[in-house]
């Protein structure tokens, strides 16, 4: 199982998420297309009927403390403002809209953080992102939702700060530490005040440890699963040496997903995820029964 055994009560949806669909497919800001925008709960809905097993939500605060679902820095395009979203109190977001999908008689808003997480409680997991520095008002917000199996939170490896307010906060929600190289595994995975069930994986270049089977096992070995992106940033920047989303639709969802499968990754974060969910299923028509994965045996701390 991922993560330390004395965490294995909060940790088990995620496992059984795991064991259900081996690997899983996030949904980057959920699914923002057509008429949809990104970070909304429909974005969320959209993400699920197209087959993500998590959903990633950004966070954003307003000058007067409320949280949002956005990524800052997007606020020209998006919502027609040249002001950051964080410098606009609360009241002053609610009159904002995302100018792309707003139409008389329904508006897209920027969504307010919480009610959204809590009206799929129980239903989907969360992975909460741009969100670390605003720790000491946010846990304490979303240790109140009682969602904590659900709310996968992470920051990197390096935010020693961010590291040391998780480490003292009572509830242990799960934990994914950004990691550029093996040294930032090691900082965290075993720390016992941190309930680390993954490690997120980046890379600008294929030529990097991350690449090797041998050092995707050895991370299995350590009780925490690997999780990557292939989403295609608007600045060009590769996350993962290159496999992304823009390959998938140039090349074909093999040249992309194929060697992130043959990796032994456990998550891929994407923009499309019918495309990865439509390959991981020709992968086990390929594979057939007999070279299917024993799930339960991959999840086990010997694995």
Not at 87 to 116: F, K, N, Y
């Amino acid at each position: 199982m991922f993560g330390q055994p004395r965490f294995a009560d909060i940790n088990s949806r995620i496992n059984d998420a795991f064991a259900q669909a081996g690997t899983l497919i996030v949904a980057h800001r959920g699914t923002g297309h057509g008429s949809i925008a990104d970070n909304t709960a429909l974005a969320v809905k959209a993400a699920l009927l197209s087959g993500a097993d998590m959903v990633e939500i950004d966070v954003a605060a307003s000058r007067d403390g409320e949280f949002f679902c956005f990524h800052d820095g997007y606020e020209p395009e998006v919502l027609g403002i040249d002001t950051n979203l964080q410098t606009l109190t609360a009241a002053e977001i609610d009159r904002v809209s995302h100018i792309w999908v707003d139409r008389p008689g329904r508006r897209a808003q920027v969504e307010r953080l919480l009610p959204l997480l809590e009206s799929f409680r129980g239903r989907t997991l969360f992975n909460i992102d741009r969100s670390w520095w605003r720790w000491p008002q946010l846990l304490r917000a979303l240790r109140a939702l009682g969602m904590t199996d659900q709310l996968i939170l992470k920051c990197p490896a390096w935010e020693e700060a961010a590291l040391s307010r998780l480490r003292e906060f009572s509830v242990k929600f799960p934990f994914i530490p950004i990691c550029a190289s093996p040294d930032d595994v090691y900082r965290t995975v075993g720390d016992p005040e941190l309930n680390t069930v993954g490690v997120e994986l980046i890379t600008t270049t294929s030529h990097h440890p991350w690449f090797s089977p041998e050092v995707i096992e050895e991370f299995h070995g350590l009780g925490v699963f690997c999780f990557i992106n292939t989403e295609t940033l608007t600045t060009g920047v590769p996350l993962f040496g290159g496999y992304d989303d823009e390959l998938a639709i140039v090349e074909g969802p093999a040249a992309a997903f194929g060697p992130l499968f043959d990796l032994g990754v456990d998550a891929i974060q994407t923009d499309w995820p019918w495309l990865v969910r439509d390959y991981r299923a020709t992968r086990r028509r390929q594979d057939g029964p007999e070279a299917a994965t024993d799930i339960a045996a991959a999840l086990s701390p010997a694995s």
